[in-house]
C-alpha cells in the first residue's frame, strides 16, 4: 500500500505571509474581533487590581483594625470577581463563535475546492490526507483564532501591567523578582525547540494513520478474501505504536516544563520573601506590599505558561494553514474556456484525431489514436487490461486532457465547451458503481430537482430495475447504506443504468 508523498511541514510560529491570509478570514466578523480585544485589555486591567486591592486592605484596614474599610475593600474584591466573571464568559463565548464561522467558510471553500479539482489531482493524493485538510487542520485553526492570536493581546497586555505595578511599588524589589527571568527564558527556549519536533512527527504519523485506515476500510473485502486481517492488523499496530511515540514524547516534554516553570516562580517568590522580608524588618516596605508582590508574581508567570501554551498552538496552525493554502493553491488543471461554445444543438458525432496521452510522464497510455463515430452509430472498443478502454472514455469526458491531438465532438474541440454542459450531454456507465447514502429514488436522479418520480420510475422500468426495487419495503424511497452494501452488484449496476436514462444524454 502506498501512501503517496509524505508532507513533511514543520511550522513555523509565525509566518506573516500565512497570517495575512488567515486574517482575511477575519474580515467579515471584526466588529466581534475588536470587542474581544477590548474585553481582554479590560479583564486584564481588572486582574491587575486584586493583589492591589488586597495591598490596600492589609495595610489600611487589618493593620488599623478598620472594620468597616475591610469590608467596602471586599465589597469592591467580589465586585471586580463577578465583573471580571461576565466580561471572560463574554469574551470566550465571542471568539468561540468567530472561530466556529470561520471553520465554517474555510471547509466550504476547501470542499468547492475539491469538487472543481481534476482527476489527476485524486491520483496523486490519498482519501485520507484530503479528510484531514478539512477536519483536523481546520480544527487546529480555531485553536488558534479562539485560544491563540487575539488571546496574546491579554497575556502581554497582563505581562506589561504587572511589571510596571511592580516597579511602581519597589523598583528594587520588582528587580529581584526578575533575577531569576534569563533562566525562565532559556527554558522556554529549550522546550520550545524540542515540541517542535515533537509535533512535527505527530502530524506526520497521524497522516499515515488516516491514508491506511482509508485504504483498510475502502479494501476491507479484499483483505478478507484473501485473509490479510492479521497482517493488516499488524501494519497498523506499527503506525499506531509509531503515532503513539510520538504523542508520549509530546507528552514527557509538557510533563516537564510546566513543573520547571513553577518550581522558576517558586524560586522568585523565595528571593521576593528573603529580600522583601528584610525590607520590612528595616521598615522600608510594607507587609501588604510583599503579599501584592507574592500574588503579583504568580500572576506573572501565568502568561508566561499561557505564551508558551500559544507557541505551540501557533506552531500548529502556521503547519495546517500552511498544508491549507497549499491545497487551495492547487491550480485546476483542466479549466473551462473563457469564452465556451454551446452545446444545445449537437447531433453526437465524437472523433478523436491523433490523441496522444498518458498518466505520467514515464508511459503513454493511447499513442497516436484516431477514429471516428457517427451520430446513431455503436461503436464497441475492444482491448486487452490496460490499453486505454477506460482512458478514451475519461478524455472524451475531460477528466484529463490528452497531451497531443484534439477529441472533437461534431467538429468542435471538447476544450471548447464549459465542462458542466459536455458531461451533460454524454450517458456514461462506470465499471465500479458508486451509491451514494440516501433513497434509491435520490441516487437515480442524484438530487435533480427537475426529474420528477415519474421519470425516475420510467427509466428504471426500462432497464428492468424496477421488479426488485418494488420488493423493497419503501420501494424507491428505500434508504440506501453507504456506498450500497445491502445491495448486489447487478442490483447496483441497474440502478446506475436507470441514473444515466433518467438523465436523457445526448451521446
Given at each position: 500500500m502506498?501512501?503517496?508523498?509524505?508532507?513533511?511541514?514543520?511550522?513555523?510560529?509565525?509566518?506573516?505571509?500565512?497570517?495575512?491570509?488567515?486574517?482575511?478570514?477575519?474580515?467579515?466578523?471584526?466588529?466581534y474581533v475588536v470587542i474581544s480585544i477590548i474585553l481582554l485589555l479590560l479583564i486584564s486591567a481588572l486582574q491587575l487590581a486584586g493583589p492591589y486591592l488586597t495591598k490596600i486592605a492589609i495595610d489600611r484596614y487589618i493593620v488599623t483594625q478598620n472594620i468597616s474599610g475591610l469590608s467596602r475593600i471586599a465589597l469592591i474584591f467580589v465586585a471586580v470577581l463577578v465583573l471580571t466573571f461576565f466580561l471572560r464568559y463574554l469574551q470566550i463565548y465571542i471568539m468561540q463563535f468567530v472561530g466556529q464561522k470561520v471553520m465554517f467558510d474555510?471547509?466550504?471553500?476547501?470542499?468547492?475546492?475539491?469538487?472543481?479539482?481534476?482527476?489527476?489531482?485524486?491520483?496523486?493524493?490519498?482519501?485520507?490526507?484530503?479528510?484531514?485538510?478539512?477536519?483536523?487542520?481546520?480544527?487546529?485553526?480555531?485553536?488558534?483564532?479562539?485560544?491563540?492570536?487575539?488571546?496574546?493581546?491579554?497575556?502581554?497586555?497582563?505581562?506589561?501591567g504587572i511589571v510596571i505595578v511592580m516597579l511602581w511599588l519597589d523598583f528594587t524589589l520588582a528587580l529581584v523578582s526578575f533575577a531569576i527571568l534569563p533562566l525562565l527564558i532559556y527554558a522556554t527556549i529549550f522546550f520550545r525547540q524540542k515540541m517542535r519536533k515533537s509535533y512535527r512527527a505527530i502530524r506526520t504519523r497521524l497522516a499515515r494513520i488516516n491514508a491506511f485506515l482509508q485504504e483498510s476500510i475502502v479494501g476491507i473485502s479484499i483483505i478478507q478474501i484473501f485473509n490479510r486481517e492479521k497482517k493488516n492488523f499488524g501494519r497498523f499496530k506499527g503506525l499506531n505504536h509509531y503515532y503513539l511515540e510520538a504523542c508520549l514524547q509530546s507528552i514527557f516534554y509538557h510533563a516537564?516544563?510546566?513543573?520547571?516553570?513553577?518550581?522558576?516562580?517558586?524560586?522568585?517568590?523565595?528571593?521576593?520573601?528573603?529580600?522583601?522580608?528584610?525590607?520590612?524588618?528595616?521598615?522600608?516596605?510594607?507587609?501588604?506590599?510583599?503579599v501584592a508582590f507574592i500574588q503579583y508574581v504568580h500572576r506573572f508567570y501565568d502568561p508566561i505558561r499561557d505564551l508558551s501554551e500559544k507557541y505551540t498552538i501557533m506552531q500548529?496552525?502556521?503547519?495546517?494553514?500552511?498544508?491549507?493554502?497549499?491545497?487551495?493553491?492547487?491550480?485546476?488543471?483542466?479549466?473551462?474556456?473563457?469564452?465556451?461554445?454551446?452545446?444545445?444543438?449537437?447531433?453526437?458525432?465524437?472523433?478523436?484525431?491523433e490523441v496522444w496521452f498518458a498518466y505520467n510522464d514515464k508511459e503513454d497510455v493511447l499513442c497516436d489514436i484516431s477514429f471516428c463515430v457517427q451520430p446513431g452509430e455503436r461503436v464497441a472498443i475492444v482491448g486487452a487490461t490496460g490499453a486505454g478502454k477506460t482512458s478514451i472514455i475519461s478524455l472524451l469526458a475531460r477528466f484529463y486532457d490528452p497531451q497531443k491531438g484534439k477529441i472533437l465532438i461534431?467538429?468542435?474541440?471538447?476544450?471548447?465547451?464549459?465542462?458542466?454542459?459536455?458531461?451533460?450531454?454524454?450517458?456514461?456507465?462506470?465499471?465500479?458503481?458508486?451509491?451514494?447514502?440516501?433513497?434509491?429514488?435520490?441516487?437515480?436522479?442524484?438530487?435533480?430537482?427537475?426529474?420528477?418520480?415519474?421519470?425516475?420510475?420510467?427509466?428504471?422500468?426500462?432497464?428492468?430495475?424496477?421488479?426488485?426495487?418494488?420488493?423493497?419495503?419503501?420501494?424507491?424511497?428505500?434508504?440506501?447504506?453507504?456506498?450500497?452494501?445491502?445491495?448486489?452488484?447487478?442490483?447496483?449496476q441497474l440502478l446506475s443504468f436507470a441514473r444515466v436514462l433518467v438523465f436523457d444524454p445526448k451521446i
Open positions: 502506498n501512501y503517496h508523498q509524505e508532507e513533511e511541514i514543520a511550522g513555523k510560529a509565525y509566518d506573516a505571509r500565512l497570517m495575512r491570509r488567515l486574517l482575511k478570514y477575519l474580515t467579515p466578523y471584526k466588529l474555510i471547509r466550504m471553500k476547501l470542499f468547492s475546492h475539491l469538487q472543481e479539482m481534476s482527476l489527476s489531482f485524486f491520483d496523486r493524493n490519498p482519501v485520507g490526507r484530503l479528510i484531514t485538510r478539512l477536519t483536523n487542520d481546520v480544527e487546529v485553526l480555531n485553536e488558534m483564532l479562539t485560544s491563540g492570536v487575539i488571546a496574546i493581546f491579554g497575556d502581554i497586555f497582563s505581562l506589561i516537564i516544563f510546566h513543573p520547571l516553570v513553577e518550581i522558576i516562580g517558586s524560586v522568585a517568590i523565595a528571593l521576593i520573601v528573603w529580600y522583601g522580608g528584610g525590607q520590612i524588618l528595616n521598615d522600608v516596605l510594607t507587609f501588604g506590599a510583599l500548529a496552525a502556521m503547519a495546517s494553514s500552511e498544508r491549507i493554502f497549499k491545497l487551495l493553491d492547487t491550480q485546476v488543471e483542466v479549466k473551462d474556456p473563457e469564452l465556451p461554445l454551446s452545446m444545445s444543438t449537437i447531433q453526437g458525432k465524437i472523433e478523436f484525431r461534431d467538429g468542435r474541440d471538447i476544450r471548447d465547451f464549459r465542462q458542466k454542459e459536455l458531461r451533460r450531454c454524454l450517458g456514461i456507465v462506470q465499471q465500479d458503481v458508486f451509491l451514494f447514502s440516501g433513497t434509491i429514488e435520490d441516487n437515480i436522479k442524484l438530487g435533480e430537482d427537475e426529474i420528477d418520480l415519474m421519470q425516475v420510475e420510467e427509466s428504471a422500468r426500462y432497464v428492468n430495475a424496477d421488479k426488485f426495487i418494488k420488493k423493497l419495503p419503501q420501494g424507491y424511497q428505500e434508504e440506501v447504506h453507504e456506498r450500497g452494501s445491502l445491495l448486489s452488484v447487478g442490483q447496483k
